[in-house]
């Protein structure tokens, strides 16, 4: 589970960052990012369409995947301050080996100039 202070909970910024954020795709998962320009810790939001998994456990299971890759960042301190990050799940994510999700986490990541 993400700390309270990393998570994104207020529909309005979740809508704000879909509506001004940059984009990063990839292949397991996708970004949507804003700069805040403050020293605040970054906050997460996790998403997954309808197309990408129809069934609620298997979105579950998406967004725990890609929570517990967060988390592992944030616990070593790797993510730089003052972002809302939007992360958009696929239904590749299930299948994939962690280490493969962790390196694709972290490629955009580094995309978005995101790591310390």
């Not at 990063?24 to 998962?29: M, Q």
């Not at 590749?92 to 310390?116: G, M, P, R, Y």
Request: proline share 3%; aromatic share 8%.
């Amino acid at each position: 589970m993400l700390p309270l202070q990393n998570r994104l909970k207020n529909k309005k910024d979740v809508q704000e960052v879909f509506r001004k954020g940059f984009f990063i795709g990839g292949k397991l998962a996708s970004l949507k990012i804003i700069n805040r320009k403050d020293r605040d810790p970054s906050k997460f939001c996790f998403t997954v369409g309808k197309r990408e998994a129809s069934s609620k456990p298997k979105k579950n299971r998406i967004i725990r995947r890609l929570r517990e890759v967060v988390r592992f960042l944030l616990k070593e301190d790797k993510i730089k301050e003052g972002f809302y990050i939007v992360i958009l799940g696929k239904k590749n994510v299930i299948d994939a080996e962690f280490a493969d999700l962790q390196k694709n986490i972290i490629c955009l990541f580094e995309k978005a100039n995101l790591l310390k």
